[in-house]
């Protein structure tokens, strides 16, 4: 079946501007999360969502991140305001499971974003 | 210091060569350990859980030493298409998000 799809797969945009990042997830899946990995880093962790549950944001590195998701699927990241730093692969994960431990987290392929 | 540490390599390693990976991990309250591997300018990929008993998975063997806060995976018979980068990955109870080590690279080579 597809897996997790991410759009756009790559953008480039100037300091200060707006970006959006979308990420569809697995149909069924009711965990979604959004990581980023900038050159050379570990993935690090940003916005967590389960179901209809109250999101864990503990990951949002500013005030400038936030995120929604939409119906219990689609979701969409928006940074404002860009800056150089912002530079990352910004990966989407979705998993379904009965309990924490069983958890498999699948990833999309990620939003290569550049800012100039 | 980072949650989780490895050493980024890389291991250059000639095929049918067996490598081990090693990584450490910082909070006593991580309960779930994972190895995950990417592929250059892919998506991280589940390669296998790691268990308490330690578990195999054809050519791959993790071990979990929690009393060290240690990890380790053990690559038998080297392919060439097992060059990757190899993600420690840790879980912290009562947390779903997953905590990354920055990878340790490896270069299988014929």
């Known amino acids: 079946g597809a897996g997790v799809s991410q759009s756009p797969s790559n953008k480039v945009t100037e300091k200060g501007k707006d970006v959006e990042l979308r990420c569809d997830p697995i149909?069924?899946?009711?965990?979604l999360y959004w990581y980023r990995q900038s050159l050379g880093q570990g993935l690090e962790f940003l916005i967590y969502f389960q179901g209809n549950s109250a999101p864990d944001k503990s990951g949002l590195p500013s005030d400038r991140f936030s995120a929604e998701r939409t119906g219990g699927s689609v979701s969409t990241l928006t940074i404002q305001r860009t800056q150089q730093e912002d530079s990352a692969v910004y990966l989407c994960?979705?998993?379904?499971?009965?309990?924490?431990?069983?958890?498999?987290?699948?990833f999309g392929p990620g939003t290569r974003l550049l800012v100039l | 210091r980072k949650e989780v540490e490895q050493d980024p390599g890389p291991f250059n390693v000639p095929e049918g060569a067996t490598v081990a990976f090693n990584c450490t991990y910082s909070n006593s309250a991580s309960q779930s350990f994972f190895w995950y591997r990417q592929d250059c300018r892919k998506e991280p990929k589940l390669l296998m859980s790691?268990?308490?008993s330690g578990n195999e998975d054809g050519r791959f063997t993790a071990q979990l030493n929690r009393a060290s806060q240690y990890i380790s995976l053990l690559i038998r018979d080297s392919k060439l298409s097992d060059s990757a980068t190899y993600l420690c990955?840790?879980?912290?109870?009562?947390?779903?998000?997953?905590?990354f080590g920055s990878g340790t690279r490896l270069q299988v080579q014929p």
């Open positions: 990955v840790v879980r912290q109870a009562g947390r779903r998000a997953l905590t």
């Open positions: 790691v268990y308490s």
């Open positions: 149909s069924g899946h009711t965990a």
């Open positions: 994960a979705s998993s379904f499971s009965l309990t924490r431990e069983q958890e498999t987290q699948y």
